[in-house]
């Protein structure tokens, strides 16, 4: 079975995000980047199904510039077979990152995709049940289990509600919540190997693919400030305060 | 002329209270709205290709932002071809939205240049709108054959629901373990609150995952939000941020929790809990 793992490079989730004075987007120079906290997820539950030989072949891709060869890099010193790399300046709606990924799943024969619920920095949660659509595609969303068994999957979902079991038809999508798995740290013998290791890189436009522009952003503020608030000394202090809301 | 089309959820034929923070934000881009109501268990699969069958002609399709809506929302989207914006917090006009970014630590404000767009509504930046909407319960019969619903582990509980109530107390690592956490649950009941947890709480096993508060758990925005033993990471601001009255207790005087509270005690827990029940 090939798995094909979509992965993002985001604004490290310890960095303080803060917001360009013009309002024109957040402040990204000489800025820690990573591979997307989800995305690490994913790609530690397709090593795993590797490892117990329900995978075989493990394809990494982007979409983004040159820059984000080093999340593929960090990807293949994890363990992937393959990494691409779709090159494109823009910043993409998640219509389009669904077509182009519609194409790379079928270039790579994937059986399944497992990908990060959400992207930290958007935080739109979309992508994955979008490609799942455009495929016609089982999903199973904010996953905290999976077990393949032959051609169906059985899926653990964190929802509202509490954890919801649902049973899948293979080819499917998952997308991962935080309790899946704790993923690894790459070995350094492993990123050396990784240094040297192939990038296939494809520029989005080569692929003729459509990509919707029907978003525009117009600015980008910083949330409203709170205000100042108090120090209080003791509990019977924090019950007077609280008198009224309790 | 806006044509605005609600998916609301419904849990064995309940009404989930979401539905009412979307009317509210529908009632913002005109009146002409309709509610369509889809069993938890039906699988997004399903939901997604009867809703695309009938979606023609809406403006504005909504759900909430919960795991509900952010289950079938997006795959109406990539069936559609039709925009999605998730977690509006703000309608300016019918194209133009406001939403959080980076764990809420940006806004943005965007205009959509399509005829149709998906909205998936945070509950807590729209008020419930006290009409009982007319809901038409859809009955899907089409079985795409793709996925099926197994079970659901429900965690029941008679404390008020963490999404609405009126007062939260979450805990964090620093409350150790499970059987610390009963002393939250016991002022809980006291005060008739909601528990939440951070993640790290979670994680070790203190409570159920559906006591998360966070950028990825639930967004909460009580009158008052009691943090307990949380250090205060922007993750977990992201879910809280927006409540009213924050008061933070913290043996850290350093913790970042205290810089969004406006009550902050720095204190041994241990020692706190206790007194608060008591004194309640
Ligand atoms: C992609 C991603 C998504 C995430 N999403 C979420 C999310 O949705 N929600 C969330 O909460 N987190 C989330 N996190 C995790 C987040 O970054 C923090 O790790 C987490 O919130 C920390 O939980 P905590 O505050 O309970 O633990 P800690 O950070 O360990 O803090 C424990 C606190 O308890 C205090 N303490 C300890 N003992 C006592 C005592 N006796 N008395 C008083 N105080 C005491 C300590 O001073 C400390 O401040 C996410 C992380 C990532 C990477």
């Given amino acids: 079975m090939n798995i094909l793992i979509p992965i993002k490079r985001v604004i490290d989730y310890k960095v303080p995000v803060r917001v360009k004075p013009d309002h024109s987007g957040v402040v990204t120079e000489n800025i820690k980047m990573s591979m997307n906290p989800f995305d690490e997820i994913a790609l530690e539950e397709a090593i795993r199904l590797k490892e117990k030989g329900i995978a075989s072949q493990l394809t990494a891709v982007t979409i983004g510039t040159q820059a984000c060869q080093d999340i593929l890099r960090h990807a293949y010193a994890l363990g992937v077979d393959q990494a691409m790399l779709l090159e494109t300046d823009k910043s993409l709606e998640p219509l389009a990152i669904g077509n182009i990924l519609k194409a790379i799943a079928d270039k790579t024969d994937a059986q399944l995709i497992i990908m990060g619920k959400q992207a930290i920095d958007d935080d739109n949660n979309q992508a994955g049940q979008i490609l799942a659509a455009k495929l016609g595609w089982a999903q199973a969303c904010f996953a905290s289990e999976v077990n393949i068994e032959g051609d169906s999957a059985t899926v653990v979902r964190e929802v509202d509600g509490g954890l919801e079991t649902l049973k899948l038809q293979l080819p499917a999508v998952i997308t991962t919540d935080l309790r899946l798995n704790e993923p690894r740290l790459a070995k350094l013998p492993d990123i050396m190997k990784a240094k040297s290791k192939t990038i296939e890189i494809i520029p989005v436009s080569d692929l003729g693919i459509d990509l919707p522009e029907q978003i525009e952003i117009l600015e980008t503020t910083p949330p409203k400030p709170r205000a100042k608030g108090q120090m209080v000394g003791s509990v019977d202090e924090l019950l007077e305060k609280l008198r009224d809301l309790m | ?280």
């Avoid at chain 2, 629901?161 to 964090?172: K, Y």
């Fill in chain 2, 1 to 280: 002329m806006s044509k605005i089309l609600i998916i609301a959820e419904h849990v064995n034929g309940q009404r989930q209270p979401a539905v009412y923070h979307c009317v509210m934000a529908a009632k913002q881009l005109g009146d002409d709205i309709k509610v369509l109501a889809v069993e938890a268990n039906v699988t997004a699969e399903n939901a997604a290709a009867y809703i695309a069958k009938l979606a023609n002609g809406y403006t504005h399709i909504l759900a909430p932002a919960n795991t509900f809506g952010k289950n079938i929302l997006p795959r109406l989207s990539g069936l559609l071809d039709a925009p999605m914006l998730s977690d509006i917090t703000e309608i300016h006009d019918a194209a133009t939205f406001s939403r959080p970014i980076y764990a809420g630590n940006a806004f943005t404000k965007v205009k959509i240049k399509s005829k149709q767009v998906l909205l998936t509504i945070r509950p807590t930046a729209f008020e419930a709108d006290k009409t009982e909407p007319e809901v038409e319960k859809i009955q899907i019969t089409e079985d795409l054959g793709l996925s099926k619903f197994v079970k659901l582990e429900a965690h029941t509980s008679d404390r008020p629901d963490l999404t609405t109530a009126d007062i939260v107390i979450s805990g964090g690592r620093g409350l150790q373990s499970k059987e610390n956490f009963a002393m939250l649950e016991r002022i809980a009941d006291k005060l008739n609150a909601a528990v939440g947890a951070s993640r790290a709480a979670v994680d070790a096993g203190f409570v159920p995952n559906d006591y998360q508060v966070g950028q990825t758990g639930k967004i909460v925005a009580p009158k008052l939000y009691i943090a307990v033993g949380i250090s205060g990471a922007i993750q977990h601001l992201a879910g809280m941020k927006d409540s009213k009255t924050i008061v933070a207790i913290n043996k850290d005087p350093d913790a970042p929790i205290f810089e969004i509270a406006d009550y902050s005690l720095v204190a041994d827990l241990f020692k706190v809990l206790p007194e608060l029940e008591e004194k309640l």
